[in-house]
T-cell receptor, first 115, second 113 residues
Framework: KAGVTQTPRYLIKTRGQQVTLSCSPI?????VSWYQQTPGQGLQFLFE???????NKGNFPGRFSGRQFSNSRSEMNVSTLELGDSALYLC??????????????FGPGTRLLVL | EDQVTQSPEALRLQEGESSSLNCSYT??????LFWYRQDPGKGPEFLFT???AGEEKEKERLKATLTKKESFLHITAPKPEDSATYLC??????????????FGKGTKLTVNP
């Protein structure tokens, strides 16, 4: 079956712009989580959605927002981009919320470069 | 402050040489601990979820255990294909009903043939 799809795969933006990243989960999966990965900070949790509801949110400023649609696809938006937002953004999908213990499947990520 | 510390940062093993990776945590209200492996240039691959002290889970050459303050990932008779960065993450109760997820920096494992 098809895996988790993230678009775009690569993105270059300038400071002050905004960006929207998309994540299509595996068919039938209703839970989507977003993560930011940088060489300095490592992997950090952004959001967790299940059935269109945000269940948990990481410690990121309000410039980072997300949503999940009725077909379980999810988008993440970052407004007023800063240089420090340059990172690999990963999403993961699973049948149920992460704590249920089911297998989480990660996408390949979107690499964002802010100039 | 919630912290997840993984040790060692890097580990080199010979094929067949068993060892353990450590993930120690200081959080209140542990809800679950997760292990992942990540190959260069790829997203993480989920391995295990552990919930309470004394719990153990196994998958092929990997065995994860959990105590009240740390988790170990035991690798038995590793093979070169086990080379990867192993990450652990802890989910705990946060404020206002939300829960937090904190990752360690990872252990980079290299298994030489």
């Amino acid at each position: 079956k098809a895996g988790v799809t993230q678009t775009p795969r690569y993105l270059i933006k300038t400071r002050g712009q905004q960006v929207t990243l998309s994540c299509s989960p595996i068919s039938g999966h209703r839970s989507v989580s977003w993560y930011q990965q940088t060489p300095g900070q490592g992997l950090q949790f952004l959001f967790e959605y299940f059935s269109e509801t945000q269940r948990n949110k990481g410690n990121f400023p309000g410039r980072f927002s997300g949503r999940q649609f009725s077909n379980s696809r999810s988008e993440m938006n970052v407004s007023t981009l800063e240089l420090g937002d340059s990172a690999l953004y990963l999403c993961a999908s699973s049948l149920a919320p992460r704590l249920t213990g089911g297998t989480q499947y990660f996408g390949p990520g979107t690499r964002l470069l802010v100039l | 402050e919630d912290q997840v510390t993984q040790s060692p940062e890097a580990l080199r093993l010979q094929e067949g040489e068993s060892s353990s990776l450590n993930c120690s945590y200081t959080v209140s209200g542990l809800r679950g601990l997760f292990w992942y492996r990540q190959d260069p240039g790829k997203g993480p691959e989920f391995l295990f979820t552990l919930y309470s002290a004394g719990e153990e889970k196994e998958k092929e050459r990997l065995k994860a255990t959990l105590t009240k303050k740390e988790s170990f990932l035991h690798i038995t008779a590793p093979k070169p294909e086990d080379s990867a960065t192993y990450l652990c993450a802890v989910q705990a109760r946060g404020q206002g009903g939300s829960e937090k997820l904190v990752f360690g920096k990872g252990t980079k494992l290299t298994v030489n043939p």
